[in-house]
């Protein structure tokens, strides 16, 4: 029934709201809403999550044994200025609403060398109004996609690794990351 990305996030926005308006109130439900939401809102270690669920996959698919306590992170795709908008729900001045940004959206230096997050498969090469998009599958259901290139190095059906310049950006690079439920919160590895 909560399949679809739409239907959860409507569901998550009217659980936000009623939670909202029971923090409002001076009602007794404000009582069992608000511990919940300060256990909802703390640090789960998306990041160091993320790498093990990688370390994982890469052990089923090489048969080889990974220890537990695995470095494997995940890097940066480039150096950048300052991130223009960040990931999630914002107030769009133009609409006068707030609209939600699934992506990153950083302030680069103009040819600036960008690199993967992690190894993967270069599966999809596509331009738009931005510039060109390379989208790379890290298995698993785990996608990494890179936008407002000017200029690809890699090719489609390429297999990359965290060493591999994938192309140089314009000044401004769109980063995205997905799976199969929707897009995933990347803000955890732009913190400075």
């Known amino acids: 029934m909560l399949g679809s990305f739409r239907i959860r996030m409507l569901v998550v926005i009217v659980i936000a709201a009623l939670a909202g308006l029971s923090m409002q109130s001076e ?19 998306v990041q160091d999550n993320m790498a093990r669920y990688l370390s994982k996959l890469k052990d089923k ?11 494997t992170a995940l890097q940066q795709p ?3 200025a300052n991130i223009e908008r960040e990931y999630g ?7 006068q609403q707030q609209e939600f940004f ?7 230096e103009e040819n600036s060398t960008v690199k993967p997050i992690y190894e993967g498969r270069v599966v999809d090469i596509s331009s738009d109004e931005r510039g060109i998009t390379v989208l790379i599958d890290h ?3 785990l996608y990494s996609s890179y936008g407002g290139l000017k200029e690809v190095l890699v090719e489609k059906e390429r297999d990359v690794d965290k060493d591999t310049i994938i192309g140089r950006s314009s000044r401004e690079l ?3 990351m997905t799976s199969i439920d929707g897009p995933l919160n990347p803000n955890k590895l732009f913190e400075q």
Not at 62 to 68: H, I, L, R, Y
Not at 89 to 95: A, K
């Open 139 to 141: 298995g698993g259901s």
């Open 102 to 108: 699934p992506a990153v959206l950083m302030n680069v």
């Open 174 to 176: 769109y980063f995205q």
């Open 61 to 71: 698919e090489t048969a080889e044994t990974v220890s537990v306590s695995s470095t």
């Open 78 to 80: 480039c150096d950048y």
């Open 27 to 45: 009602h007794s439900s404000k009582k069992i809403v608000e511990p919940v939401i300060k256990y909802v809102m703390k640090d789960y270690g």
């Open 89 to 95: 729900w914002y107030w769009n001045e133009d609409t």
